[in-house]
T-cell receptor, first 115, second 109 residues
Framework: GAGVSQSPRYKVAKRGQDVALRCDPISGHVSLFWYQQALGQGPEFLTYFQNEAQLDKSGLPSDRFFAERPEGSVSTLKIQRTQQEDSAVYLC?????????????FGQGTRLTVV | DAKTTQPTSMDCAEGRAANLPCNHSTISGNEYVYWYRQIHSQGPQYIIHGLKNNETNEMASLIITEDRKSSTLILPHATLRDTAVYYCIVRVWGGDMRFGAGTRLTVKP
């Protein structure tokens, strides 16, 4: 596709429900990033993939958060037993290579509301 | 990771240059300075990046001090559509991008 696509755009979950957020990166992009953005805050790093390898997951806030990219393209961020503090916009970004001088392209995000 | 410091907010008159400062005093020699902006309800958008030389593209100019401890993003003729949060990021070699709180720029008519 022309850009990074995320689905769904909006998700309302009941507290305790599991959710799965999808990211379709730009075709051929090796690097994929997930961020969490709370209202009024900057994006907070969650995790990073290079192809199918999850190289950094230091930003995942708890073991309820899990991300995968099994074939090195589409990625899924899963949140188990959602809690109200998980309400945020979840952003995905991709870039061509894990090289410093490349730009990352962001999707429009998935807004998760836990009620 | 080197951290960045930016003013919380700035105003700019439409048509005037917007100069957004960023401090990154602990930047390492192989780290680049990136600027992104985020317009309300959208994902961040890449603006420009540089290592040590000044850079210019169709969107903006990036001025990096000789000691690389600070930089300034310049929007030469700000428009109302430039109202956004602007993030200055130092990218670690082989690592990821870490955003701070950014500067909320408001362009006023």
């Amino acid at each position: 596709g022309a850009g990074v696509s995320q689905s769904p755009r909006y998700k309302v979950a009941k507290r305790g429900q599991d959710v799965a957020l999808r990211c379709d990166p730009i075709s051929g992009h090796v690097s994929l990033f997930w961020y969490q953005q709370a209202l009024g805050q900057g994006p907070e790093f969650l995790t990073y993939f290079q192809n199918e390898a999850q190289l950094d997951k230091s930003g995942l806030p708890s073991d309820r958060f899990f991300a995968e990219r099994p074939e090195g393209s589409v990625s899924t961020l899963k949140i188990q037993r959602t809690q109200q503090e998980d309400s945020a916009v979840y952003l995905c970004a991709s870039s061509e290579l894990q090289a410093v001088n490349t730009e990352a392209f962001f999707g429009q995000g998935t807004r998760l509301t836990v009620v | 990771d080197a951290k960045t410091t930016q003013p919380t907010s700035m105003d700019c008159a439409e048509g005037r240059a917007a100069n957004l400062p960023c401090n990154h005093s602990t930047i390492s020699g192989n780290e680049y300075v990136y600027w992104y902006r985020q317009i309300h309800s959208q994902g961040p958008q890449y603006i420009i990046h540089g290592l040590k030389n000044n850079e210019t593209n169709e969107m903006a100019s990036l001025i990096i001090t000789e000691d690389r401890k600070s930089s300034t993003l310049i929007l030469p003729h700000a428009t109302l559509r430039d109202t956004a949060v602007y993030y200055c990021i130092v990218r670690v070699w082989g690592g990821d991008m870490r955003f701070g709180a950014g500067t909320r720029l408001t362009v006023k008519p």
